[in-house]
């Protein structure tokens, strides 16, 4: 089973709902909620909202490591197969598009990354970087937005080191589960309206329950700025403020029109990528709503 949408759609309490009902177990897909460091600001759910269902790939690795999606996709099969040996549902829940897809289709076989070229390629401003990539991948750098620091940086290192598109590498993915397994998705996709609504409620609130403490722990480690735990929405507008650089109101602006911005992002994601025979819900998820949804997740 899989639960998937936007940030503050309604996703983790409709799985443990689901879970409940039929002896299964939840399993994350969500890029932040798998660090330690960001049970607050990654909206991962609490021990009262887990109940006595159990959860698993949340919180479970150190903010000083960055977990890419082959890494999390590993562990997802594994979790996956133990479900399965056990009779349990394994419920994948989460809104983070490249781990579902590499999970389901595989990971393209691209070799290791030259050193030099890699920080050749990262060290560039991602303007300079894109222009490169037009010249050296036409084909991603129309396809990429100019200003996607990451993807950018990523095909134009795959490019220089390989001597090939990364295009030409994704063809030939391996590793999916999608062709071993029966795929039951559901894509919660309510009002845009209804989801800013709550997203900026849930910045304010992440704020009130202990999101700035959480951040003043991360500080306090020095860790690496570009680290994914050091880049989550809500650490470097809660930053800003604790070092002076902004007032509280400016904060919570910046983290709520951040959060406004992912949720956007993935509300896109969801409605463009998914197949289209994968079933969606577009009502406002109330409690009533909930528990119809899980009850027909159910057969």
Known sequence: MLIAGPTASG???????????TGGLVINADASQVYA???ILSARPSREEMGDVPHRLFGHIDGAQACAAPRWAAEAKAQIDAAHDAGQLPILVGGTGLYIRTLLDGIAPVPEIDPEIRATARALPVADAHAALARED???AARLAPADTTRVARALEVVRSTGRPLKQWQQHKSGGIADRITLSPMI???PRDWLIDRCDRRFADMVERGAVAEVEALLARHLNPDLPVMRAIGVPEIRAWLQGEIDHDAMIAR???ATRQYAKRQYTWFTNQPPPHWPQE???IDAEIMSELAIKLQY
């Open 11 to 21: 996703k983790s309490a409709l799985a443990c709902r689901l879970a409940e009902a």
């Open 188 to 190: 919660l996709r309510p």
């Open 138 to 140: 036409p084909e991603a």
């Open 255 to 257: 983290g709520s029109l």
């Open 37 to 39: 460091d960001l049970a």
């Open 282 to 284: 577009t009502r406002e």
